[in-house]
């Protein structure tokens, strides 16, 4: 009991989670919306509420290390309950991000490191927010060589709110891929579009191809994910579909002691098609293969077809990567 009240305290005094109260609320958080104004992390929340009290120490963490990228502060929902009504705060506890007076709702783990990554990912998305006007101009009329993600969502959908921490996630994991954009409409906000675009559920996630793609037609213009998991990794395998591979496909036995006997370094990645870690992996590998593209020669072969060249190589697991 004495740690923890020590603990309290000393995670008190190093906190810089400001207590606000509606005159401050409208004067710091409300009146901050030039450019060079510190935004605001706010929780509403309740004393009596077990899970706003676990999120506490968390926000008390964040402060201390996120001081520099926003102000942190706290409303007591049963102090000043006609405050957080004038601002709909139905439940507890509600986290929002105050950027130039936009408000931007956390949904996400209460913790300290999730927390961080919602500021930091609203403060520097990598994620597009396309409004009707530029879907038009960056999905519809892109450039040849681009491809497009794009979550149809709407702000009161579970699955969306689920997805979105994913989708994030996602976008940061394709950064390095030159030709890829991510992007969101928000449904709830654009209505029309969305109706236009024949969007009839959320979240809807599509993927408009290069137009010199195979998976490109005036009749197919995009392609829609059907998948049951909406995680970051299972999304960037389906990606990785429609993205043309750098990794050489070795078919035979002859081609696999060609390409070790020739001059060139080559990395080889043995799988097999039912190997779920084989994957996951295989976005990774084209990742590397394009790093090292002109030092190394990258390929693969699938070992459930070529099993007695695989069993003579030594792979006794998948992926084995030589």
């Known amino acids: 009991m004495a740690f923890d009240i020590a603990n309290f305290a000393k995670e008190s005094l190093t906190s810089r989670l400001q207590t606000l109260d509606p005159n401050v609320f409208e004067d710091k958080v409300n009146n901050a919306v030039s450019a060079d104004s510190k935004p605001w992390f706010v929780d509403f929340f309740s004393p009596w509420c077990p899970p706003c009290m676990r999120l506490m120490p968390e926000i008390r963490k964040a402060s201390r290390n996120a001081n520099h990228l926003v102000n942190f502060g706290t409303i007591d929902c049963t102090v000043h309950s006609s405050m957080c009504k004038k601002y709909n705060i139905r439940s507890y506890p509600t986290v929002l991000l105050y950027n130039s007076s936009v408000a931007h709702q956390f949904h996400g783990q209460h913790s300290e490191h999730d927390l961080i990554d919602f500021i930091q ?26 491809l497009w993600l794009v979550d149809f969502f709407a702000p009161w959908c579970g699955p969306c709110q689920r997805l979105a921490p994913q989708w994030t996630k996602l976008a ?18 654009y209505s029309q579009l969305c109706g236009d675009l024949e969007v009839r559920s959320y979240p809807t996630i599509r993927l408009y191809p290069h137009k010199d793609s195979k998976y490109y037609s005036k009749d197919q213009k995009f392609q829609v994910f059907n998948g049951h998991n909406r995680d970051a990794e299972s999304l960037r395998v389906w990606v990785y579909n429609f993205i ?11 081609a696999f002691r060609k390409a070790i006997k020739s001059k060139h370094i080559w990395l080889i990645d043995f799988y097999t098609p039912w ?8 976005p990774e590998f084209e990742l590397i293969s ?33």
């Open 244 to 254: 043309p591979s750098s990794v050489k496909e070795i078919e035979t036995e002859d």
């Open 275 to 282: 190997c779920s870690h084989c994957t996951y992996f295989a």
């Open 172 to 189: 940061k994991m394709l950064k390095d891929e030159p030709n890829v954009m991510v992007g969101s409409i928000d449904c709830q906000a």
């Open 290 to 322: 394009k790093k090292l593209k002109g030092k190394v020669k990258a390929g693969k072969v699938n070992c459930q077809t070529l099993g007695q060249l695989c069993r003579e190589a030594g792979v006794t697991a998948y992926p084995t990567v030589r």
């Open 121 to 146: 990912d609203t403060l520097f998305p990598t994620v597009t927010h396309l409004t009707p006007e530029t879907f038009k101009e960056n999905v519809e009329r892109k450039k040849s060589t681009t």
